[in-house]
């Protein structure tokens, strides 16, 4: 495809699915393939006169690791990029792939059993096999979405730009997970075009942190991304997200509020990491889970909040 226009009406048309790095494409059965690697002006940054800029969605993951203005501008996201899969895997995989790309739950990918995804009425997982899935309860299907830099965005309010519809915040591109049947919201014929960023936040504090099941190239059990500015020893503002433990990327507010206006000490961070705790109802054999998200989000905000 040489337009972002013929791409959308190949996908209406055919029922394909859009192909960029290909990289979750090509590891399950797909539909017909709708390449966007061809289409001018998907690619790059391009930085605004307030100092915002604009990511194309086929931007790779190592791009964005290599731009060094991106780096110092968004921290909490370069960290978290850095932490995808392989340094192969990152020269391919692109911006707008690991936000739309399915999830990976075993029987959705497994083509002896249906789900809500694949036209039947139930979660497989909520009597089955569960080790990995989500803790905190959004709806019917429990298949935590894979896209850690969807937390990271999350954090920074940022924007979708997609061809077909007005621009959504990051947050609206997966709703309140309380539809089984999709991992994102965009329709057929709808394209992510870039990730717009707001103006960088001077003094920005930032980390991204994750638990896995092996030290490389593996998918999260739980991450957390975190921003705070501090005065002094008090923290002044604060964003915090969490993925890998509900159907959707979380943002958590309750555990920024309990940040904001607090000293940074061990005990604030620990009563904050419970707010987030509080919410989950995990299923039996989860329930790790929850102790691991607590951990990881005090991690992330001792690692934010701690000098550099």
Request: hydrophobic share 45%; aromatic share 4%; proline share 7%.
């Amino acid at each position: 495809m040489t337009t972002i226009e013929a791409a959308a009406q190949a996908v209406r048309d055919t029922g394909g699915e859009l192909r960029a790095g290909g990289t979750d494409v090509m590891s399950r059965a797909a539909g017909t393939p709708v390449d966007l690697l061809g289409i001018p002006g998907l690619r790059g940054t391009e930085w605004r006169p307030d100092g915002s800029a604009r990511i194309g969605a086929l931007t790779s993951i190592a791009d964005v690791l290599a731009d060094d203005r991106l780096a110092a501008a968004y921290p909490a996201l370069a960290a978290t990029a850095a932490a995808i899969a392989t340094p192969q895997i990152r020269n391919v995989a692109t911006v707008g792939g690991n936000l739309l790309q399915r999830n990976r739950c075993w029987y959705l990918r497994h083509p002896a059993f249906t789900c809500h995804q694949t036209g039947g009425d139930s979660c497989p997982a909520r009597d089955g096999a569960h080790l990995y899935s989500a803790v905190v309860d959004q709806g019917p299907c429990i298949a935590p979405h894979p896209s850690s830099l969807a937390v990271a965005l999350l954090t920074y309010a940022a924007t979708a730009d997609v061809h077909g519809r007005s621009p959504l915040e990051i947050a609206e591109l997966y709703g309140d997970g309380t539809d089984p049947t999709r991992d994102h919201l965009l329709n057929p014929g709808e394209i992510l075009q870039a990730v717009l960023m707001p103006a960088p936040t001077p003094g920005e504090r930032a980390a991204y942190r994750r638990a896995t099941a092996r030290e490389m190239a593996e998918w999260p059990l739980v991450e957390a991304v975190a921003r705070l500015t501090l005065d002094g020893d008090t923290i002044a503002s604060a964003t915090v997200a969490a993925g890998g433990v509900a159907r959707t990327p979380l943002l958590l507010p309750e555990v920024a509020d309990a940040l904001v206006g607090k000293p940074a000490t061990e005990e604030t961070l620990a009563a904050a990491a419970d707010l987030a705790a509080a919410r989950c109802s995990p299923l039996p054999n989860n329930a790790y889970k929850v102790a691991l998200l607590r951990a990881t989000l005090i991690d992330t905000l001792t690692a934010c909040s701690s000098p550099s």
